[in-house]
Nanobody
Framework: QVQLVESGGGLVQPGGSLRLSCAASGTIFAINIMGWYRQAPGKQRELVANVDNVNNIKYVDSVKGRFTISRDNAKNTVYLQMNSLKPEDTAVYYC??????????????WGQGTQVTVSS
Protein backbone atom coordinates (compact mmCIF):
# COMPACT_ATOMS: atom_id res chain seq x y z
CA GLN A 1 0.00 0.00 0.00
CA VAL A 2 1.17 3.50 -0.85
CA GLN A 3 -0.10 6.79 0.48
CA LEU A 4 0.62 10.26 -0.90
CA VAL A 5 0.27 13.38 1.22
CA GLU A 6 0.21 16.67 -0.65
CA SER A 7 0.82 20.15 0.67
CA GLY A 8 1.04 23.60 -0.83
CA GLY A 9 -1.22 25.16 -3.36
CA GLY A 10 -3.37 28.19 -2.84
CA LEU A 11 -4.13 31.58 -4.31
CA VAL A 12 -1.49 33.70 -6.01
CA GLN A 13 -1.35 36.68 -8.35
CA PRO A 14 0.03 36.37 -11.88
CA GLY A 15 3.81 36.37 -11.74
CA GLY A 16 3.86 34.88 -8.27
CA SER A 17 5.25 31.60 -7.01
CA LEU A 18 4.11 28.51 -5.15
CA ARG A 19 5.80 25.30 -4.12
CA LEU A 20 3.96 22.00 -3.96
CA SER A 21 5.21 19.08 -1.90
CA CYS A 22 4.18 15.44 -1.88
CA ALA A 23 5.47 12.75 0.47
CA ALA A 24 4.98 9.07 -0.30
CA SER A 25 4.79 6.44 2.39
CA GLY A 26 4.20 2.72 2.58
CA THR A 27 5.91 0.23 0.30
CA ILE A 28 8.10 2.42 -1.89
CA PHE A 29 10.58 0.73 -4.20
CA ALA A 30 13.86 2.31 -5.20
CA ILE A 31 12.88 2.47 -8.87
CA ASN A 32 9.92 4.72 -9.37
CA ILE A 33 8.64 7.82 -11.11
CA MET A 34 7.08 10.65 -9.14
CA GLY A 35 5.32 13.53 -10.77
CA TRP A 36 2.63 16.14 -10.93
CA TYR A 37 -0.46 16.24 -13.11
CA ARG A 38 -3.08 18.94 -13.36
CA GLN A 39 -6.63 19.31 -14.56
CA ALA A 40 -8.03 22.72 -15.41
CA PRO A 41 -11.72 23.50 -15.98
CA GLY A 42 -12.79 22.25 -19.37
CA LYS A 43 -9.52 20.45 -20.03
CA GLN A 44 -8.18 16.92 -19.80
CA ARG A 45 -5.75 15.96 -17.09
CA GLU A 46 -2.20 16.52 -18.28
CA LEU A 47 1.27 15.66 -17.10
CA VAL A 48 3.02 18.75 -15.78
CA ALA A 49 6.36 17.20 -14.84
CA ASN A 50 7.83 13.99 -13.56
CA VAL A 51 11.15 12.73 -12.29
CA ASP A 52 12.50 9.25 -11.76
CA ASN A 53 14.83 7.99 -9.05
CA VAL A 54 17.94 8.97 -11.02
CA ASN A 55 16.64 12.44 -11.93
CA ASN A 56 15.43 11.94 -15.45
CA ILE A 57 12.93 14.77 -15.87
CA LYS A 58 10.09 15.63 -18.22
CA TYR A 59 8.08 18.86 -18.45
CA VAL A 60 5.08 19.84 -20.45
CA ASP A 61 6.10 22.56 -22.90
CA SER A 62 3.89 25.20 -21.32
CA VAL A 63 5.83 25.18 -18.03
CA LYS A 64 9.39 24.84 -19.28
CA GLY A 65 11.58 27.56 -17.85
CA ARG A 66 9.04 28.41 -15.15
CA PHE A 67 8.52 25.23 -13.12
CA THR A 68 11.15 23.02 -11.52
CA ILE A 69 10.53 19.50 -10.29
CA SER A 70 12.86 17.89 -7.77
CA ARG A 71 12.86 15.00 -5.36
CA ASP A 72 14.43 13.80 -2.16
CA ASN A 73 14.83 10.05 -2.42
CA ALA A 74 15.61 9.65 1.28
CA LYS A 75 12.27 11.25 2.15
CA ASN A 76 10.31 9.81 -0.80
CA THR A 77 9.19 13.36 -1.46
CA VAL A 78 8.69 15.24 -4.70
CA TYR A 79 8.44 19.02 -5.08
CA LEU A 80 7.17 21.34 -7.75
CA GLN A 81 8.49 24.90 -7.62
CA MET A 82 6.20 27.07 -9.72
CA ASN A 83 7.45 30.52 -10.70
CA SER A 84 6.07 33.19 -13.00
CA LEU A 85 2.61 31.75 -12.60
CA LYS A 86 -0.02 32.53 -15.21
CA PRO A 87 -3.81 32.38 -15.04
CA GLU A 88 -3.70 29.38 -17.36
CA ASP A 89 -1.82 27.47 -14.66
CA THR A 90 -5.00 27.46 -12.60
CA ALA A 91 -5.95 23.83 -12.00
CA VAL A 92 -6.18 21.06 -9.49
CA TYR A 93 -2.72 19.56 -9.14
CA TYR A 94 -2.33 15.87 -8.38
CA CYS A 95 0.74 14.09 -7.06
CA UNK A 96 1.51 10.71 -8.61
CA UNK A 97 3.90 7.82 -8.14
CA UNK A 98 4.43 4.90 -10.49
CA UNK A 99 6.38 1.81 -9.51
CA UNK A 100 6.75 -1.82 -10.45
CA UNK A 101 7.44 -0.42 -13.89
CA UNK A 102 8.18 -3.87 -15.31
CA UNK A 103 4.47 -4.68 -15.21
CA UNK A 104 2.39 -4.13 -18.36
CA UNK A 105 0.27 -1.84 -16.16
CA UNK A 106 2.48 -0.40 -13.46
CA UNK A 107 1.30 0.35 -9.96
CA UNK A 108 -0.07 3.87 -9.98
CA UNK A 109 -1.01 5.95 -6.93
CA TRP A 110 -2.48 9.42 -6.63
CA GLY A 111 -2.79 12.17 -4.09
CA GLN A 112 -6.16 13.79 -3.54
CA GLY A 113 -5.31 17.00 -5.36
CA THR A 114 -4.62 20.57 -4.36
CA GLN A 115 -6.11 23.69 -5.90
CA VAL A 116 -3.80 26.26 -7.49
CA THR A 117 -5.51 29.48 -8.50
CA VAL A 118 -3.69 32.28 -10.30
CA SER A 119 -5.78 35.44 -10.47
CA SER A 120 -5.48 39.19 -10.06
Amino acid sequence: QVQLVESGGGLVQPGGSLRLSCAASGTIFAINIMGWYRQAPGKQRELVANVDNVNNIKYVDSVKGRFTISRDNAKNTVYLQMNSLKPEDTAVYYCNIKQNLWRPIEDDYWGQGTQVTVSS
